[in-house]
Antibody
Framework: EVQLVESGGGLVQPGRSLRLSCEAS????????MHWVRQRPGEGLEWVSG????????GYGDSVKGRFTISRDNAKNALFLQMDSLRPEDTAFYFC??????????WGQGILVTVSS | IQLTQSPSFLSASVGDTVTISCRAS??????LAWYQQKPGKAPKLVFD???PLQRGVPSRFSGRGSGTEFTLTITSLQPEDFASYYC?????????FGPGTTVEIK
């Protein structure tokens, strides 16, 4: 069974940093592209970032480009999202997502990040 | 690429057949997927036009379309189908989602 478990969320002040982690199991992690997708409370879905299976290629949504950094450790079956210069509008549930290329086939349960003073 | 969905809300009864539409601002061939999301839960892939056979998805979910116009049809609605549905284009980065359609119980 595919499992994606996010951690590292919480309350943070504007301008500060936070690092999300995702522990993957139940599939060959190194065979899949991985992504982060977020959802502001009561709103729709927004792709945040993606990384290729080997970590060589990364992509970012316009709203986080230059502030967020995605990375992965295939030896540890882990995905990360370093979030810097956080803004109140970054408040959202963040989902770790397994991709078949850019199709999101498995999702974590999500973790809440709240940016507020 | 911007995606629009219609309707935004839909009221239906168990056993009904419903169709949700998604329109892309430019052609995306068949690179369009649909996700179901229930309150408080993560989304779930229910149809991908580029790979129509999704393991574990009931056959009452079907999709059609290519280019800019797409539909998701749910035949004989079941109680567990009442949820929000989002389309997503996976033709080019950044991938984008539609604003969603909520299917409510009439």
């Amino acid at each position: 069974e595919v499992q994606l478990v996010e951690s590292g969320g919480g309350l943070v002040q504007p301008g500060r940093s936070l690092r999300l982690s995702c522990e993957a199991s139940g599939f060959i992690f190194g065979d899949n592209d991985m992504h982060w997708v977020r959802q502001r409370p009561g709103e729709g879905l927004e792709w945040v970032s993606g990384v290729s299976w080997d970590g060589s290629k990364t992509g970012y949504g316009d709203s986080v480009k230059g502030r967020f950094t995605i990375s992965r450790d295939n030896a540890k079956n882990a995905l990360f999202l370093q979030m810097d210069s956080l803004r109140p509008e970054d408040t959202a549930f963040y989902f770790c997502v397994r991709g078949q290329s850019k199709v999101f086939v498995s999702w974590g349960q999500g973790i809440l990040v709240t940016v507020s003073s | 690429i911007q995606l629009t969905q219609s309707p935004s809300f839909l009221s239906a009864s168990v056993g009904d057949t419903v169709t949700i539409s998604c329109r892309a601002s430019q052609g995306i061939s068949y690179y369009l997927a649909w996700y179901q999301q229930k309150p408080g839960k993560a989304p779930k892939l229910v149809f991908d036009a580029a790979s129509p056979l999704q393991r574990g998805v009931p056959s009452r979910f079907s999709g059609r379309g290519s280019g800019t116009e797409f539909t998701l049809t749910i035949t004989s609605l079941q109680p567990e189908d009442f949820a929000s549905y989002y389309c997503q284009q996976h033709s080019i980065y950044p991938v984008t989602f539609g604003p969603g359609t909520t299917v409510e119980i009439k």
